[in-house]
């Protein structure tokens, strides 16, 4: 197991949900940590949350779906800590709605967060991860592995980090950069968690209190296990292992299994 004590972590969206809860996991190992969101409030909660583990944390309140709030959040991790060793590109936004009724802003938006969210930071990363020979992560989702009805923009935009990741892994073996790759199953959410829906507007998921997800910091050991073990893809659930392994080989049977139970999927995606 590789020792984190002193190495420095950003996380992006850390203000909340999975990325507040993979930044304590990081910090309980000994990390220095730079929290991350657009909500001042919202990250001063979760900078207290870390302080009561340690006192190496900054917060760098920015969008990193702008070219500008990714080399800021860089640049704060440098100015506070002078390194960094692992950047966890955890932002992400859902959507809802199938093609025929999606506004095309829609997937502008998405790729906005998604794509964008995560290659802003991580090109002012790649120098620095460099130097550390560390690690750099993409929360992707289990959409990620194939396309889902309902789904296309989310879909597409986290398998697309999927090609990123993939790029970076075989540009940066000589400088010995770990990537890895996260495929998250359906988790936990807090209250208000929100996705575009096909006109735009934001709409408030339901609930996940009483269904049989997983947690946020279950999410975050398997995320601090990537980053450990240095491993490429991570793949969380059985269903999500189940599909990564039929879906390439046997897209026509998966298409026919979803078909099967679109009533029941539509379901666990509101
Ligand atoms: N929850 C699930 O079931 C699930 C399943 C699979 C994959 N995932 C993936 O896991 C990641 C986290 O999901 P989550 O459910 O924890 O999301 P969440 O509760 O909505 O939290 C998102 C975090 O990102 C921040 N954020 C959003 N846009 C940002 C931006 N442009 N710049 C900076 N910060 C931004 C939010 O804070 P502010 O709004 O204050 O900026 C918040 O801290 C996403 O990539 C998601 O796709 C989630």
Redesign the pocket.
Known sequence: MADLRGKVAIV?????????AIALDLANQGAYIVL????ET?LAEAKKAVLAIHKNVVVCC????KKE?GELLIKAAIKAFNRLDILVN?????SRGGVADLKPEVFESVFS??LM?SINPTIPAIPELRKTQGSLVF?????GIRGLPGLSAYCSS?MALRAIAESIRIEEKKNNIHVGLIY????Q??HN??AISADGSMVVLNNRENKK?QS?SYVAKRVSQNINKRKFTTTLTRIGRLNAFMAPRFPLLVERLILKNLHKFEEKSK
């Open positions: 992006t969206g850390s203000s909340r949900g999975i990325g507040k991350n969101g657009r909500n919202r920015c969008d990193v779906s709030g955890n932002v992400g936004v859902s967060s998604n969210g929360i992707s989702s289990l959409a986290k998250v199953g359906i988790t959410i807090e968690k929100e997800v946020t």
